[in-house]
């Protein structure tokens, strides 16, 4: 069952594709929900992405398809099938800026584009943060690496993620639960877990992969 945001924003997607053929874009989409900030939106198209009422177009801006509706109770017709992505081929995805693996930085900003072997990305919204910091090294991700993040906001025990701390700091741990607790644990001796009560924390993404400059 979608959530009354859910059922908003499959409406407004479906109206503008039937009238116009071109998805919203996420400002508009923004603005017809009565949305603060645009990170809502992508929590909301990943969650109808994931429930699969509505896909994504590769290597296309802002394609949004509607698979479905809640409304009628059943698919709407398959779309033609889509051949996977060749190995050299790249998607365009957005670069948030750097993250610490270490002691949490500033909030993520920033929409640069990066471009990502389309290989490396399963189903679902992605980003990529630059990584800064040495915390997680015994994961293998190094300073300079380049974390690709698919955007969820919950996380299992011992899941790599990105957690958004106090509104205002964004870091890259091990989530766990402790107790009444939220621990999240670097992965380097040197560095001590943290702590947080459960309203502290908001998860901002999952890491789904890594790449290295050499």
Known sequence: MLTSKQHELLNFIHERLSATGVSPSFDEMREALDLKSKSGVHRLIGALEERQFIRRLPNRARALEVVRMPEIGASMPAPPSIAAAPANDTIEIPMHGRIAAGTPVEALQGTEGFA????????????????????????????????????????????????LIDEAEATLKTFRREGSMVRLDPANRHYQAQRYRPEQITIQGRLAGLIRRY
């Open 116 to 163: 990502v072997p389309a290989a490396l990305l399963g189903p679902g919204e992605h980003y990529a943060l630059e990584v800064s910091g040495d915390s997680m090294v015994e994961e293998g991700i190094l300073d300079g690496d380049f974390a690709l993040i698919r955007r969820v906001d919950t996380a299992r025990d011992g899941e790599i993620v990105v957690a």
